[in-house]
């Protein structure tokens, strides 16, 4: 058994790059860059002092908006070599919800691309920090480089790096962060990193429930550097594997189970900057990939390409199929025809660093398609009555909770909320409703909560609901999720109108676009004059997602989803 270790995320690369110097660490078959573990440990240390020649202090929060790219593995590690909490932005966020992020987390910088996809990161931020685009871009490193921004709107921002080209007037750019760490000594960076404990928090993502708003999760080195261990464990990972990583860093998919799990074993890192089904194909060919990450979606797309049967997989043995429910005819293709005989399905969630339940590559495959697997090892896990908190007899459904090293510190600054989460005894309550069997594996059947989870990206409802109803016609708002056949649910939105108001479903999808991400955004909106009630007066959200089953003609998507 994996056992427990009580490490920093530095002392972990530390030791990985003495043992493995030479092998590589991360490898961008799109870009040409290879960088051995040596190599690696050297670009991380040179970001962790221009970081401190920043001025970010141990304990400071510093936010990363990007997509896969190098540089957000290096700052990873760079921030945890000196005590600084990453703090990881969606990159399909829109302006309020960067603003809202940005400020909960008294972020005191923001590293971000110019942009992905069809979103300008650039003019996202100068709309809620326009000082920076009056500002004048630093020539050299120096003075002029470390010198902070001002932002009324959140004044507690000192900067903002691009960590890509164009240069632009008024942003520091990562080269000048990578200059500025030659004015800090190694001895400087030891000692900054000798004031470090394992118990700190490291890093950050924000969550939301299915009431109020994001909350920030905090985990600790101890969370998640054990996790990732015990993650890759369970695929029999090793220095010898090559790992393509198509999921994004800003989830713990990415960046624990993926590159901190990598560096736990010294296995080679092979990120794509974004999902694309012939890059991934081309990568595990090209860099002869031993394992592979995705959400079902991902694999979907990679088996149905129309040239999958030209590229040779015959390389990969494992991996992990996560982030929602994963449909057994996928995992069954997986198995055969990618030839990924020791794939394995993952369960979990950001407040538990997020792997609670894996299966392993000895299950029989049955057990790998139709459950989430088993407890990780030094991982304590209870099904109870939500009513009444007591444990159930196995095949009776309930509530999982889950205890140990791998449950969040807590959610920042939200006391309240981190006592509804996490009970007097320690135990985090999960929310899902969970059956386990005589041998201990785990089926999850249900959420107690509404979250929508539509291609492994978790969607609160409060959320959008909140937002709609900013809307100068809705009354009231109901967001539920339906099942889809492709990318596991869609979000469905029940609108009230004010009275004498009309209002077309394209005229909702409109009001939607550039404010809140892609996926928030109704597929399908349906105006009705009332909801179905409790005699309390509770909406039956329940009665809502059957109602537009029927209507919607999904009910063949929604056998998949609960098959």
């Not at 129309?306 to 293709?333: H, K, N, W």
Request: aromatic share 8%.
């Amino acid at each position: 058994m994996t056992e427990l270790v009580h490490k920093t995320i530095g002392q972990l690369l530390d030791e990985t790059a003495q043992r493995f110097a030479d092998r590589e660490a991360l490898v961008y078959p799109e870009l040409g860059l290879r960088l051995t573990y040596r190599e690696f440990r050297d670009r991380v240390r040179q970001a962790a002092k221009g970081l401190m020649r920043l001025g970010i202090q141990k304990g400071e929060h510093i936010a990363v908006w990007a997509p896969n790219v190098p540089e957000w593995v290096i700052l990873q590690f760079a921030s945890a070599t000196i005590g600084a909490v990453l703090v990881t932005v969606n990159t399909n966020y829109r302006t309020s919800e960067l603003a809202y992020l940005l400020e909960q987390s008294d972020s005191v910088a923001l590293f971000l691309t110019n942009g992905f996809k069809r979103s300008d990161y650039v003019a996202m931020v100068e709309e809620l920090c326009p000082e920076l685009a009056a500002g004048t871009m630093p020539s050299t490193a120096g003075e002029a480089a470390v010198s902070a921004v001002r932002c009324g709107r959140l004044p507690k921002l000192r900067h903002v790096v691009l960590l890509d080209e164009p240069r632009r007037p008024g942003y520091l750019h990562w080269s000048d962060v990578v200059a500025l760490g030659a004015e800090v000594s190694d001895a400087e960076l030891d000692a900054r990193a000798a004031q470090l404990s394992p118990d700190d928090v490291i890093n950050m993502q924000y969550t939301s429930g299915t009431t109020g708003f994001p909350k920030g999760v905090m985990l600790t080195h101890v969370n998640i550097v054990n996790n990732a261990r015990l993650v890759v464990a369970q695929m029999r990972l090793t220095h010898e594997d090559r790992l393509c990583i198509p999921v994004p860093f800003f989830h713990c998919f990415g960046c624990v189970m993926g590159t901190l799990g990598c560096v736990s074993v010294g296995a080679t890192m092979v990120p794509l900057i974004a999902f694309d089904a012939q890059k991934v194909l081309e990568a595990v060919e090209k860099e002869r990939c031993t394992a592979l990450y995705g959400v079902p979606t991902m694999f979907i797309a990679e088996l149905a390409h129309p040239d999958f049967g030209r590229y040779d997989l015959s390389s990969l043995r494992t991996g992990i199929m996560a982030g929602s429910p994963c449909p057994i005819e996928v995992m069954r293709q997986v198995v055969e025809r990618m030839g990924c005989r020791e794939i394995t399905i993952a369960y979990g969630q950001t407040e538990s660093s997020p792997v609670i339940t894996q299966t392993s590559v000895d299950d029989p495959l049955e057990r790998r398609v139709t459950t989430v697997g088993r407890p990780l090892p030094h991982t304590e896990v209870k099904i109870v009555d939500p009513q009444t908190g007591e444990p159930v007899p196995p095949g009776v459904p309930g509530e999982l909770c889950t205890r140990g090293y791998l449950v969040m510190k807590g959610y920042y600054k939200m006391p309240e909320q981190t006592a509804q989460a996490i009970d007097a005894e320690g135990w985090l309550h999960t929310g899902d409703i969970a059956v386990m069997d005589e041998e201990g594996y785990v089926n999850i059947t249900g959420r107690l909560k509404d979250m929508i989870i539509r291609g492994g990206e978790n969607i609160y409802p409060r959320e959008i609901e909140e937002f709609l109803y900013t809307h100068p016609k809705i009354l009231d708002v109901q967001v539920v999720g339906v099942p889809d056949p492709v990318y596991g649910e869609q979000v469905m939105a029940f609108i009230r109108l004010k009275p004498g108001e009309t209002m077309t479903e394209d005229e909702v999808r409109a009001y939607c676009e550039g404010k809140i991400a892609h996926y928030k955004i109704p597929k399908y909106v349906k105006f009705v004059d009332e909801y179905p009630m409790t005699a309390s007066g509770k909406v039956q959200k329940y009665k809502l997602r059957e109602m537009a089953i029927r209507e919607l003609g999904l009910e063949a998507a929604r056998d998949i989803e609960t098959a």
